[in-house]
């Protein structure tokens, strides 16, 4: 698969933004990084990143099994670092379990996430426009081929 770590460099707002949550993880947080939302929140004593896949269909079965099919690469690719997907109402989404909680290391695994964001919706665009070119042939196509195979 063309799995790729694109690089990202930290911001100064990032930075402040985590410190801001880390001081008060009560509430979830969001931020908007190049136009997609990353959000932190606590849940169980445990601290999660999250972010949305921005995904120009509805996720009809098919696409979702071909977007699960895209798990295992980037588990091998990411190792203990890969987020997992998961399906919330019709949108896809990036969770990241944060195992260090100091504001170097979780601006480190936002990171990590965003950049794993960004793989993970070149590859999706990919399978839905490989999708989109084995669909039916439309039938005013058909005028195009020689006499006779027209089916």
């Not at 699960?68 to 997907?85: E, M, T, W």
Request: aromatic share 6%.
């Amino acid at each position: 698969m063309g799995w790729q770590k694109p690089l990202l460099t930290r911001s100064t707002e990032l930075q402040q933004w985590v410190q801001r949550w880390l001081d008060n993880p009560e509430k979830d947080q969001q931020l908007v990084v190049d136009d997609g939302v990353l959000w932190l929140q606590q849940r169980g004593g445990q601290i999660f990143a999250l972010s949305v896949l921005t995904v120009n269909a509805p996720l009809d079965e098919a696409f979702l099994e071909r977007a699960l099919q895209l798990s295992a690469p980037a588990l091998r690719f990411f190792g203990r670092d890969a987020a997992a997907l998961a399906a919330q109402e019709n949108h896809l989404l990036l969770m990241l379990r944060l195992r260090e909680t100091h504001a170097d290391a979780v601006c480190e695994q936002l990171e990590s996430l965003l950049n794993q964001r960004d793989a993970w919706q070149s590859m999706l665009q990919q399978q839905r426009n490989k999708a989109a070119t084995h669909g039916a042939v439309p039938l005013h196509s058909l005028a195009f081929l020689p006499r006779g195979n027209h089916g």
